[in-house]
């Protein structure tokens, strides 16, 4: 998806292993797409056609839908009339990832009831809609960075978090995660639901920035790479706690 949203989509709707996307007329040619999806899945089937833009964004978020996921709920606007808000999290399904469609959201937020306690200090990195700071307040955590570098999804992040009456709690902060941790530390929970390769180069930082006590909730993890993940958690000097599973993604809670 992040490869995807980099060469210019307006927005990508995941329906089993089957991707739907649209980008503006002149946004990359089908030569440059078929490269760059080819770099991130040799195996990937591409198939390309023409839509109306107004089409596209009148049909698109209609694919959106509910996800009850333990004590909350995630919903877009318009499905969310009648939901109790103080366990559902409405989301806008705009440009920032996030809306609960995508199983390494849904496996965190089967996890979070599990971690996050009264009062908690949280960070979450790599925080797109604000799905899970606005999940880990509702649950009962007193504050959360939410750390973003795609200034894209920064907006949509912030009307998400004002829309569930969270913006007292939750401060969205554009920028990298090595760079702004340690700087909002200390925390005695991390979420991050980001690539793996990122999870590894994080998890030193994460090390550094848990009080005594802490956890992290990991996600954007493939099931094939969980052993390689699972090793260098071990030399790293984590133990898993918990693990969930949902189609080819792995998430998992560790603490030092």
């Known amino acids: 998806m992040a490869a995807l949203f980099a060469l210019g989509s307006t927005g990508v709707h ?36 023409f839509v109306d833009a107004g089409d596209w964004s009148r049909q698109w978020p209609t694919r959106v839908g509910v996800h009850a996921l333990g004590p909350l709920t995630i919903a877009p606007p318009w499905l969310a009339d009648g939901l ?12 920032a990832f996030g809306t609960g469609e995508h199983e390494t959201t ?13 009062g908690d200090i949280v960070a979450d990195l790599g925080s797109g809609s604000g799905v899970l700071a606005i999940a880990a307040v509702k649950l009962g955590a007193a504050r959360v960075a939410a750390i973003e570098m795609d200034h894209d999804a920064i907006g949509n992040a912030e009307a998400n ?12 902060i554009e920028g990298d995660a090595q760079l702004l ?33 802490g956890q992290a909730v990991l996600s954007g993890i ?34 030092p």
Request: net charge negative; proline share 6%; glycine share 6%.
């Open 106 to 118: 849904r496996g965190v937020m089967r996890l979070l009831p599990h971690v996050v306690r009264a």
């Open 222 to 255: 493939l099931c094939e790479e969980r052993e390689a993940m699972v090793t260098v958690l071990g030399e790293s000097g984590w133990h898993i706690e918990r693990e969930d599973i949902e189609g080819e993604w792995w998430s998992t809670i560790v603490a």
């Open 84 to 95: 109790d808000p103080a366990c559902t999290i409405v989301i806008d399904p705009a440009m």
């Open 161 to 172: 978090v004002a829309r569930n009456g969270v913006a007292d709690r939750v401060r969205v």
């Open 181 to 213: 941790l340690p700087l909002v530390a200390p925390v005695r929970l991390i979420t991050a639901n980001i690539i793996s390769s990122v999870v590894v180069e994080l998890l030193p930082s994460m090390m550094s920035a848990l009080v005594a006590g």
């Open 14 to 49: 995941e329906d089993g292993d089957v991707l739907a996307t649209f980008f503006p007329p002149s946004a990359v040619s089908d030569d440059t797409l078929m490269r760059r999806v080819a770099l991130v899945d040799a195996a990937a089937r591409v198939e390309l056609g």
